[in-house]
């Protein structure tokens, strides 16, 4: 299901289900992250995507358990730039329970690419899920914002510079003003999750 977006400066965006033949378009983009941003993902110096982290990112996409979504934004040639991905994916030992991740290239952190891409995805969201779990860096404020906009959430320090997010998704926390960051890479999936949910 294709969805139409528009960024907070006006740009208008498409959001659509990744599929297999968006595996270079994934593996370009994270090539264009900041090393930061790429830290912020793994929690870890990661140069370059793998292609099992490849397969796992783009061909174990099925739109049950493992929701993926790339925001392509329109440019002057009327030619589709993706800019941003976000996915959702369900842990096979807690199926009420997801991880999240949004990725967004870094120049166009602050546009609101990863607020469309999350309330798409939360639209499109695997059946059944009603919490969140997933671990992020202490100093990513904006990823933590983010997802406190999604529910009632509860953060516990998960060692050095590291902390355990639960969002509760049945259980509305107090309106939260729209973050004007972007996540430095997204709220998600960490590498102490087995999903492991990061992108682009």
Do not use: C, K
């Not at 796992?56 to 941003?84: C, F, K, N, T, W």
């Not at 030992?93 to 967004?104: C, H, R, S």
């Not at 983010?146 to 529910?151: K, T, V």
Request: proline letters at 7%; aromatic letters at 4%; zero cysteines.
């Amino acid at each position: 299901m294709i969805a139409e977006a528009r960024l907070r400066d006006g740009t208008p965006a498409l959001i659509w289900p990744l599929d297999p033949g968006d595996r270079e378009a994934v593996r370009e983009g994270f090539e264009q992250l900041s090393v930061d941003s790429r830290y912020h993902r793994f929690l870890a110096t990661v140069p370059h995507l793998s292609d099992a982290q490849l397969d796992h990112l783009v061909d174990e996409v099925d739109g049950v358990d493992h929701v993926a979504l790339a925001l392509v934004v329109i440019d002057d040639d009327h030619l589709g730039v993706p800019v941003g991905v976000a996915r959702m994916i369900r842990y096979q030992q807690e199926p009420t329970a997801a991880d999240v991740a949004v990725t967004v290239l870094d120049e166009w952190h602050g546009r609101g690419v990863a607020t469309a891409l999350l309330d798409e995805l939360m639209r499109q969201r695997p059946a059944g899920i009603t919490e969140l779990v997933t671990t992020i860096t202490a100093d990513n404020e904006a990823s933590l914002a983010m997802l406190r906009s999604l529910g009632r959430t509860t953060v516990t320090p998960a060692g050095v510079n590291r902390l355990d997010v639960v969002v509760d998704l049945t259980q509305p926390d107090e309106p939260a003003e729209e973050s004007t960051e972007e996540p430095a890479a997204e709220p998600a999936g960490q590498s102490p999750h087995p999903n492991d949910a990061g992108d682009l």
